[in-house]
């Protein structure tokens, strides 16, 4: 083979492979779409936007935003109610095999949710503020730790 075919040939390679790669995240299934959906913008998007308004001293977005987590919170019972692993998911099969457990740290964290935005925000007082938002990170780590498959390192 010249050396252009053999060049060319490891191009054809390397965008298949690249193909196959991403199949899973194009084809998807919906549950899995809204999962992500759920954890991206309802929970990451709203625990970012707490520390943010928590450090501005910010009492009405701090209240708006540990609210939504709240509302959130309480859809991950039902996005996670029937096992669907089609797609590119970190959700492990663990969920679904103790239920029951999965089931109290979402019911935890909507709770730990609620009494911020509806006790500490409107208090003001900076240090149960930054105890409530531990607790909140605590109650997602809980979750995350045998629930969540680790993150792959890209190359």
Known sequence: MTH???CSVLILAAVFITGCAEFNTVFES??????????????????????AAAKSGDSAALAKSANALYKAAGKIKKAY??????????ALPAIWKDKGDFNQKADNLAASAAVLAQVWAK???????TASI??????????????????????
């Open 4 to 6: 252009w075919k053999k």
């Open 30 to 51: 919906q549950a899995i779409k809204s999962r992500k959906n759920l954890m991206r913008k309802g929970m990451g998007k709203n625990m970012k936007a707490i520390k």
């Open 81 to 90: 109610a029937k096992k669907d692993m089609d797609g590119n998911t970190r």
């Open 123 to 129: 208090s003001g007082n900076k240090a149960q503020i």
């Open 134 to 155: 531990k607790r909140i990170g605590k109650s997602c780590g809980a979750c995350h730790k045998p629930y969540r498959a680790k993150k792959k390192k890209k190359m």
